[in-house]
């Protein structure tokens, strides 16, 4: 297809990118006053963060083998008019339960997205271009945070924190819309060699097995399970913590943890694709690992010094170096799961990356990071005993797939090249 038309396609998933994460930041933007209305716990204001995010993990199963196996413009059209549709009934909440069953069917609409969405990218840009391609995608998710966070917290200011919820709902259901209008590539359709098809092999659990027989690509989901789990305990307590430390009001500690969080994702995104794609033709070797590598040890040296500072002037640029050195892997990383793993088996993969990183990365975060705060009567302390750490732990897992991740890309290659395919026995040949 066109050079031309495969940019709209980013442009649309751009947009769809913002709205997923305007939908998911606003609660935290709004938790304060949610809180105030329904006299809630801050381990319960943290469970209606897990509600969405366990569900979201277990809900990419279904969603990804229909990816992967069905039309992936239809799996996202179809996840992004559930999820608005879900926001606007947040909104029209009346008791604790119902907040919580609506942020839950929140979790079943954005399951659909990811996977099918980093699939459809995947066959629509090459592997040189891949990493910057899921970078400028990825700048998506900056944006939404940063008016999940911001608007949320203004609009809730002055119209109430049940308006903001209201106002998201027509914008993703136009995008749904054009993304049922998109045209469906071929699967394969971005590799140098190798075959082009519409309709892949059966995918079963014996795929999800074979999948994490790829070293790097297990490498890459264990790092980003002990980082999803900083990045979204972190995201979701954030204004919380700006309140209740330097006595900042909802709005705007709302609009400053986005502001904030927006500048370093979208610096730390664009930089590590850019940097990734740079150092693969250079070298002529894969170099997303190294990236995401340096960035968690930097980060968790910043975000550590950030929680320790005594004032807002103080805390907001380590913060904004943590947040910046964090995201460095994620175009990388998300171009991994692309490189490594056959075109029919794509949305599989990413789909295997994200129940294993949300059931045991950012799942319980908001609400664990919650109950330590409530049994250590310091939200701070709290974020100091469990974030730091676990992003070292992430630096380590992502090392143990160094020496692999330039053999996986070969590997695939040559596989796909020859017409292999993952079936449900696995690796097999044409067929």
């Known amino acids: 297809m066109p050079r031309g038309y495969a940019r709209y396609v980013l442009g649309v998933m751009v947009g769809i990118n913002f709205l997923n994460y305007l939908d998911r930041y606003i609660l935290p933007a709004v938790s304060t006053k949610i809180q105030a209305e329904f006299h809630l716990t801050d381990s319960q204001v943290g469970l209606l963060g897990s509600a969405f995010l366990l569900v979201y993990a277990v809900g990419t199963i279904p969603f990804g083998i229909w990816a992967d196996r069905g039309v992936r413009k239809t799996v996202v059209g179809i996840g992004v008019t559930i999820w608005s549709l879900a926001t606007l009934f947040t909104g029209l909440a009346r008791s604790y339960a119902q907040l919580f069953l609506a942020r839950a069917v929140l979790g079943i609409g954005e399951a659909s997205y990811y996977p099918a969405g980093t699939a459809l990218l995947g066959d629509y840009f090459k592997k040189e271009g891949r990493g910057r391609a899921m970078s400028i995608w990825a700048a998506g998710t900056a944006v939404g945070i940063a008016v999940g966070f911001a608007g949320g917290g203004i609009v809730a200011s002055i119209l109430g924190w049940r308006a903001a919820f209201y106002m998201t709902a027509i914008p993703g259901l136009v995008f749904a819309a054009l993304a049922f209008g998109l045209r469906e590539p071929l699967r394969g359709a971005a590799e140098e060699r190798g075959p082009q098809t519409r309709k892949p092999p059966a995918i079963t659990w014996r795929t999800f097995s074979a999948l994490l027989q790829i070293p790097t690509l297990r490498a890459t989901i264990a790092a980003e399970t002990a980082l999803f789990f900083v990045l979204g305990g972190a995201a979701f307590w954030l204004p919380t913590y700006l309140s209740r430390r330097f006595g900042l009001g909802t709005g705007t500690a709302g609009t400053l943890a986005g502001g904030v969080l927006v500048l370093g994702l979208l610096a730390g995104s664009l930089l590590g694709g850019t940097i990734a794609d740079r150092l693969t033709i250079r070298r002529r070797s894969a170099s997303n690992l190294p990236i995401g590598i340096a960035g968690f040890v ?56 994200l129940l294993i990183e949300h059931l045991l990365g950012d799942s319980y975060a908001p609400f664990a990071i919650g109950k330590l705060s409530d049994v250590l009567h310091s939200l701070q302390l709290a974020l100091l005993i469990l974030l730091p750490p676990l992003l070292v732990l992430a630096a380590v897992f992502a090392a143990l797939g160094l020496r692999h991740e330039d053999p996986d890309g070969r590997a695939m290659e040559a596989r796909w090249a020859s017409g292999y395919e993952v079936s449900g026995r696995g690796v097999t040949g044409p067929g």
């Open 298 to 353: 930097a980060g968790a040296a910043f975000v550590a010094l950030a929680l320790v500072m005594p004032s807002l002037v103080l805390f907001v640029p380590m913060f904004l170096l943590g947040a910046a050195c964090l995201y460095l892997y994620n175009g990388p990383y998300t171009a991994i799961k692309q490189n490594v793993v056959l075109p029919t088996a794509r949305a599989s993969a990413v789909t295997l990356a």
